[in-house]
């Protein structure tokens, strides 16, 4: 079952107008496009100018009349724009499926660091408590097994609050929501629904499919699905919303590596774990790799160096970063992490070299050695090398110990 949540920013705009001006705090605040302009707009309010009746959308004046005291800011969307960018390095600790919806809301597909941080609820907690401590902003979210729960969930209670929709209890929580609460219904999807007596969420789920079909068509099909718990399409990764530059996993052992043996054990997980992420995100062959090496002291070291030619081989990255290793790191070592990562991709054409006729044969296998390991599990197919010490593969290195993309390393 896949542990999705739906983290949303309260009162987002209001509540970087007042971290930047704390002065604000306490105070009914409405954010404008512009003051000087009475005609403008209230785009945004603090949850106490909301309990006086003051609304997104509304004219100034108008709100004005429901509550005189209300201060007005002019919005800074470069500011919000970069709060929001600290808000997502956060969710990034958890995972890379970060779908955003709108500047303030996010999907996030965390069900591959459960074993790492904890249950959903656990994970949307730690989530709640960072964003506040660090950034003094709070969030609600909801935990669910798909997209339209999570947000369901994280709508139910607000501000700075946790919802669980699960199995067990979506029939006693969603069911009995108005059916206006589902995502994307409309005011007048609810009123023809309502005219048909289909007033709440279960009232949708449990009304025969072929007369919803006959009345609304495919979309009645889908909402009726959302209304189910059987929506399921995928969070989409982060990067596919902004251009990737390099791509890179790096692992804290578990013991300090102190053979060229363990170094090799590391070494391969991490490039087989880096190529298959290359695979996924289809955007051509890297012509660079970095080598990141901690010691048990603390102290690191970065190395670069440009490929044999591009490649997308784990292999290729697994021999290369070896070379980088045994050349920089003389003499005794206590390693503590590893890291590897890829850059330069190249879509056009390359130069043809001996080593690269090699290179479909070479990827086929590749592709093969992937497709295993994503139907059976990582553990199916390990090189022989990295069975002399298992306990390496604890963890999927390729969704834990995740480094973003335009990450340090
Ligand atoms: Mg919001």
Redesign the pocket.
Known sequence: MRVILHV?????YASVEMKLDPSLKGKFVGVCGSIENRHGIILAKSENAKKMGVKTGMVIKDALKLCPELVLVEAKHDKYISYSNLVRDIYRKYTDKIEPF?I??CWLDVTNSVKMFGSGEEIAEQIRQTVKNELGLTV?IGVSFNKVFAKLGSDYK?PDAITVISNDNYKNLVWNMGVENLLFVGRSTKQKLEKLNIKTIGNLAITDSDFISKKFGKWGETLQTYAKGEENSEVLLDEEHSEIKSVGNSITSYRDLVTLDDVKIVLTILSESVSARVNDYKIGKPDTLTLFVRDSELVSITRQVKLDYPSCLAEDYEKTAYQLFIKNVKGKFSIRSLGVSVSGFNKGDEQISFDSLNYDKKSKLNDAVSDIKHKYGNESLLKGIVLKDKKFMKEDPKTEHVVHPDGHL
Request: glycine fraction near 10%.
């Open positions: 949303d920013l309260n009162n987002f709108g303030d809301e609600s607000k």
